[in-house]
């Protein structure tokens, strides 16, 4: 990664970034070509490959930016809110479904984004699959951390495995993703999401 851009220079990034991002998503990463990416930004080849040296490089910053997003959506979400843990989670999984819910109203649902990158890439790129790990561990993390929190504070039942849990979480809301994905209509998510939250509540 490069030391102090410039603002020019990270507004041009940025711009990559986000263009990648919304074609991978809506087409793929096999079938958005390197030069679709550079049209839709607007920018030279000399431009792109000064901050990103291969389409494999650019996959790893997109996925990673990605989840930057979700994670700024999550706080802007949480932001001024004093809720417990499990409420926390909570409204981690719906900022999910509200994101699945806006592709739907726009035409396209797209699935998960990492899942998408995992079944196209996670066999043909090392560095693909080993971002994409840490993205799902650091979902696990998160809602693991999240689910002792609550048991320490009496929120669910102290028998659950928090580990495993959040595992079962993770699964179910890609599960679901892929099946409303198959048939365009948010239904499995809201159905996960609904069972893990009568789950958790006891």
């Known amino acids: 990664m490069m030391n102090a851009l410039s603002a020019k220079a990270t507004a041009t990034r940025e711009k990559i970034l986000r263009t990648a991002d919304e074609l991978f998503y809506l087409h793929g990463y096999n079938a958005t070509g390197l ?11 000399g431009n792109f490959y000064y901050y990103f040296k291969s389409k494999e490089l650019l996959a790893v910053e997109v996925i990673e930016w990605h989840f930057d997003k979700v994670q700024a959506e999550v706080r802007s979400a949480l932001a001024g809110k004093r809720i417990g843990p499990l409420e926390r989670l ?3 999984l719906d900022v999910i479904l509200q ?34 790990d840490s993205v799902f561990s650091r979902y696990r993390q998160l809602f693991s951390g999240l689910l002792d929190e609550a048991m320490q504070l009496g929120e669910i039942d102290k028998h659950l ?4 849990e959040a595992e079962t979480i993770l699964s179910l809301v890609e599960g679901a ?9 948010p239904k499995a998510l809201e159905q996960a999401i609904q069972f893990l939250k ?5």
């Open 161 to 164: 495995e928090p580990e495993d």
């Open 35 to 45: 030069d679709a990416i550079i049209g839709a930004a607007g920018v030279t080849k």
């Open 90 to 92: 909570f409204t981690v």
């Open 198 to 202: 009568t789950h958790l509540n006891g």
């Open 99 to 132: 994101r699945h819910k806006t592709q739907y109203e726009k035409g396209n649902i797209c699935g998960c984004f990492f899942g998408n990158f995992t079944l196209e890439l996670s066999t043909d790129s090392h560095l693909v699959r080993k971002k994409l």
């Open 177 to 185: 993703l892929l099946l409303d994905k198959a048939r365009q209509a």
